[in-house]
């Protein structure tokens, strides 16, 4: 696996016991609190007790994984304490719960199940699931480390792709979005969204001709243009009704 700090995992083994479980037995979840302290302390900062209550939720659900490189990075320490009792074969099962947390929108303890899986494992659609889990909590800078490192384990992951994408078109480096959207549609032919998107940072970039090619391009696969875009577009540069056809 390549060096992205997620990686050395040699040595994360279960804990022994006197009664080993099979294959596929449930993993018991992260142990997240389930409600907020009621003896009314505040905490260090003065934040109320229900506000520390949730940021401490966060918290321990992203145990085990650093973010504050613009990567998901193994912390060490956490990573062991986390781990402990699981290996490999616990991998399916984590992941199944994490899917099913997901489903049913319990974000925080998608996030748990999710970084125990990328730190056993990690691949970009577990990178990716993780980061769409950190996402729904509104922890955005996790969610694009998450991402980032789904890329930087398969530049042509489609859907980290177009994550990034996203992520760079909204911090303004249109060129970088643009150049991931393209690689996107050149992954996933049949896809149009990645043409709308392109779609929209040519006419903010004031390319409409371009624009206009993108729109086509995701009409014919499907994709919807947003009326006001394609309205916009109609306004800026009209098209030539003899130019109709050719």
């Not at 040699?10 to 006197?18: E, I, K, L, P, V």
Request: with cysteine; proline share 7%.
């Amino acid at each position: 696996l390549p060096a992205l700090g997620l990686i050395a995992l040699a040595g994360c083994s279960r804990a022994s016991d006197d009664s080993p479980r099979s294959p596929g037995t449930t993993v018991p979840p992260a142990a997240l609190p389930s409600t907020p302290p009621d003896d009314g302390t505040e905490v260090a900062g003065d934040m109320e007790p229900v506000v520390h209550w949730k940021s401490e939720r966060k918290r321990i659900a992203r145990l085990g994984l650093a973010y504050d490189t613009g990567r998901a990075v193994r912390a060490e320490a956490e990573a062991r304490d986390v781990l402990e009792g699981l290996d490999a074969e616990d991998i399916e099962s984590l992941e199944a719960a994490a899917k099913a947390e997901y489903a049913r929108n319990d974000q925080l303890a998608a996030i748990a199940s999710w970084t125990r899986v990328v730190l056993l494992e990690p691949t970009p659609d577990r990178c990716v699931s993780l980061g769409r889990s950190l996402r729904g909590c509104k922890m955005a800078d996790e969610a694009e480390a998450a991402f980032r490192t789904a890329l930087d384990l398969d530049p042509d992951h489609a859907s980290a792709v177009l994550e990034v994408a996203q992520l760079d078109a909204g911090h303004g480096d249109f060129a970088a979005a643009i150049d991931l959207y393209r690689r996107a549609a050149e992954l996933a032919p049949r896809d149009g969204e990645p043409w709308a998107r392109l779609a929209r940072l040519h006419f903010l970039g004031g390319d409409d001709a371009l624009a206009r090619e993108a729109v086509v391009a995701a009409q014919a696969r499907g994709a919807r243009v947003p009326s006001q875009l394609i309205a916009a577009l109609e306004e800026r540069s009209p098209v030539d009704p003899t130019d109709e056809g050719r």
